[in-house]
Structures are given as structure tokens and as C-alpha cells.
């Protein structure tokens, strides 16, 4: 499978559509995830609504 050289950050805020099925199966890095997730915090929320909470 073809893999492509991209940070999270440019990774998640470039990306529009996914067709490829995911592949469960396979174990994501903790800090991967981590990283997503400060990506994802910046992004806007409806109306300002910030409705997130931790």
C-alpha cells in the first residue's frame, strides 16, 4: 500500500475525502494520536459554540 509523506497537521488540514476502506486491524501510534487531536482543537466550532469539553 502506498503511503504518503505528510505530517498530521498537513495530513488533517488538507485532506478532504477518504474513499479507501481503513484498515482496522493495523495499531495507530499513541502520539499519533495525540497529534491528531491538537489538529482537531483548532478547528472552529458552529456559531462559536466551542461545545468541547474534557
Keep these: ?3 504518503l509523506d505528510l505530517s498530521p497537521d498537513a495530513l488533517l488540514t488538507t485532506t478532504r475525502a477518504v474513499r479507501k476502506r481503513l484498515d ?4 495507530v501510534d499513541p502520539q499519533l494520536i ?13 456559531s462559536n459554540s466551542q ?4
Design 1 to 3: 500500500m502506498p503511503t
Design 24 to 27: 482496522f486491524d493495523r495499531p
Design 34 to 46: 495525540r497529534e491528531c487531536l491538537e489538529v482537531a482543537l483548532q478547528a472552529p466550532s458552529g
Design 51 to 54: 461545545g468541547w469539553h474534557f
